[in-house]
């Protein structure tokens, strides 16, 4: 069922005409009874409950509200048209909010694609779109956002890991843009059918699990560690052989194959060590006598 709009009149000329039609129903009451009129006072009377009836018909419409109009269970219409409004009295009516709504779901702890256990949580940007659908489609269209946003992010964060050891791997630490948008996709689906746009969905709260989160740390500083060695021992292999061709090629001293692995075992020592080295001065020759 999709949103269509119901024919609604301004409602401040007609409250005008009203209360000018009551005032006439109350002197025709007044006047036919005081001169024993009975034809000008059930005019009177006739017209005031005409008017008092039609009155029902008044309505307000806010800035970002939708009025839904219901005739004898049916659905006749949406009435978006802001301020005083007039329409069928026999209508009933329900107000639904248009605005720009959001709110950050419980924080939630399942399991990500490697099976450890880490708490998520989002928050959640939406807005009524349709409120035929938002009305009759489901049963309490707010709820129904709470409960299938919730069950969106906990699918979505099962299938990606916490972080990942593989380059260009998606995780749900690393890469926010998709993961943004892949959460953002996954509620829209689930609340397209209840008239709700989603507007943005970000991740608010992402840790390790309190069982696990000591080991998770002590694993990300080893990785931490190791790709930082990884990084100074291919900047000290690199000066190492600069080193060595800037020797032969200037001739400043060769070295046989046993000195030169001695050479570039120092310098590796030097380079890759966690301490200053000591520098220890041969005054002697290289060479034993």
Same mark, same amino acid.
């Given at each position: 069922m999709n949103e269509t709009k119901t024919p609604s009149l301004s409602g401040i000329p007609l409250a005008v005409l009203f209360v000018l039609l009551l005032a006439g129903?109350?002197?025709?009451?007044?006047?036919?009874?005081?001169?024993?009129?009975? @034809?000008a006072l059930a005019t009177g009377i006739v017209v005031f409950v005409i008017v008092a009836f039609l009155s029902k018909g008044f309505f307000q419409v806010q800035p970002n509200q939708g009025q839904v109009m219901l005739l004898f269970g049916r659905y006749a219409g949406t009435a978006r048209e802001t301020g005083l409004r007039w329409a069928n009295p026999f209508f009933a009516r329900r107000a639904v909010s248009l605005r720009?709504?959001?709110?950050?779901? #419980?924080?939630?702890?399942?399991n990500d694609a490697d099976g450890n256990p880490i708490e998520i949580a989002a928050v959640i940007v939406w807005q009524v779109v349709d409120?035929?659908?938002?009305?009759?489609? +489901?049963?309490?269209?707010?709820?129904? +956002?709470h409960i299938q946003s919730e069950s969106a992010l /906990?699918?979505? @964060?099962? #299938?990606y890991p916490y972080d990942s050891h593989e380059d260009g791997k998606p995780s749900l630490r690393s890469h926010g843009d998709e993961i943004t948008a892949h959460i953002r996709d996954q509620i829209q689906? /689930?609340?397209?059918?209840?008239?709700?746009?989603?507007?943005? @969905?970000r991740? #608010?709260?992402?840790?390790?699990?309190?069982?696990?989160a000591q080991?998770?740390?002590q694993r990300q500083q080893a990785g931490a560690i190791i790709a930082a060695r990884t990084k100074i021992v291919e900047g000290a292999v690199s000066m190492v052989q600069m080193a060595l061709e800037q020797l032969s090629s200037q001739h400043i001293v060769e070295l046989d194959e046993e000195r030169r692995a001695a050479m570039v075992s120092n310098l590796l020592v030097v380079l890759c060590g966690e301490r200053g080295t000591q520098p220890v001065l041969n005054t002697g020759t290289l060479y034993s006598g």
């Amino acid at each position: 069922m999709n949103e269509t709009k119901t024919p609604s009149l301004s409602g401040i000329p007609l409250a005008v005409l009203f209360v000018l039609l009551l005032a006439g129903s109350a002197a025709l009451f007044f006047y036919g009874g005081a001169n024993q009129i009975h @034809a000008a006072l059930a005019t009177g009377i006739v017209v005031f409950v005409i008017v008092a009836f039609l009155s029902k018909g008044f309505f307000q419409v806010q800035p970002n509200q939708g009025q839904v109009m219901l005739l004898f269970g049916r659905y006749a219409g949406t009435a978006r048209e802001t301020g005083l409004r007039w329409a069928n009295p026999f209508f009933a009516r329900r107000a639904v909010s248009l605005r720009v709504r959001n709110f950050e779901s #419980s924080k939630l702890k399942v399991n990500d694609a490697d099976g450890n256990p880490i708490e998520i949580a989002a928050v959640i940007v939406w807005q009524v779109v349709d409120t035929a659908e938002a009305v009759f489609q +489901v049963d309490d269209y707010e709820n129904y +956002v709470h409960i299938q946003s919730e069950s969106a992010l /906990r699918q979505m @964060a099962q #299938s990606y890991p916490y972080d990942s050891h593989e380059d260009g791997k998606p995780s749900l630490r690393s890469h926010g843009d998709e993961i943004t948008a892949h959460i953002r996709d996954q509620i829209q689906e /689930r609340l397209g059918r209840a008239g709700v746009q989603v507007l943005e @969905a970000r991740i #608010s709260h992402l840790a390790y699990a309190q069982e696990i989160a000591q080991a998770m740390l002590q694993r990300q500083q080893a990785g931490a560690i190791i790709a930082a060695r990884t990084k100074i021992v291919e900047g000290a292999v690199s000066m190492v052989q600069m080193a060595l061709e800037q020797l032969s090629s200037q001739h400043i001293v060769e070295l046989d194959e046993e000195r030169r692995a001695a050479m570039v075992s120092n310098l590796l020592v030097v380079l890759c060590g966690e301490r200053g080295t000591q520098p220890v001065l041969n005054t002697g020759t290289l060479y034993s006598g």
